[in-house]
Nanobody
């Protein structure tokens, strides 16, 4: 299967930066063709923050221009560079990996999450 482990969360002041990492492994990780970052704040639904598939990236409107998603395929690692952080970015951030075949999702995997807190 696929295992995902997030790291890099913590406490940061407004306007600061953090870089989240997601280390991926597993017997079928080679089949993964889409990855992304989601977040969930208390009392809120889980929302997509950023996704990457091939050379295509997608961002939530709330983070465009501030966050950047990237991959290091050689290291099987997904990153989320977060700049100009705001208190509204406070949430648990989750790494996601998905397998698509012929336009249909055949697998979906989640990490356990890492806490990001933006506060003075």
């Amino acid at each position: 299967q696929v295992q995902l482990v997030e790291s890099g969360g913590g406490l940061v002041q407004p306007g600061g930066s953090l870089r989240l990492s997601c280390a991926a492994s597993g017997s079928i990780f080679s089949r993964v063709n889409a990855m992304g970052w989601y977040r969930q704040a208390p009392g809120q639904e889980r929302e997509l923050v950023a996704a990457i598939s091939g050379d295509t990236t997608n961002y939530a409107d709330s983070v465009k221009g501030r966050f950047t998603i990237s991959r290091d395929n050689a290291e099987n690692t997904l990153y989320l560079q977060m700049n100009s952080l705001k208190p509204e970015d406070t949430a648990v951030y989750y790494c996601n990996a998905a397998i698509y075949r012929f336009g249909l999702r055949k697998g979906n995997y989640w990490g356990q999450g890492t806490q990001v807190t933006v506060s003075s």
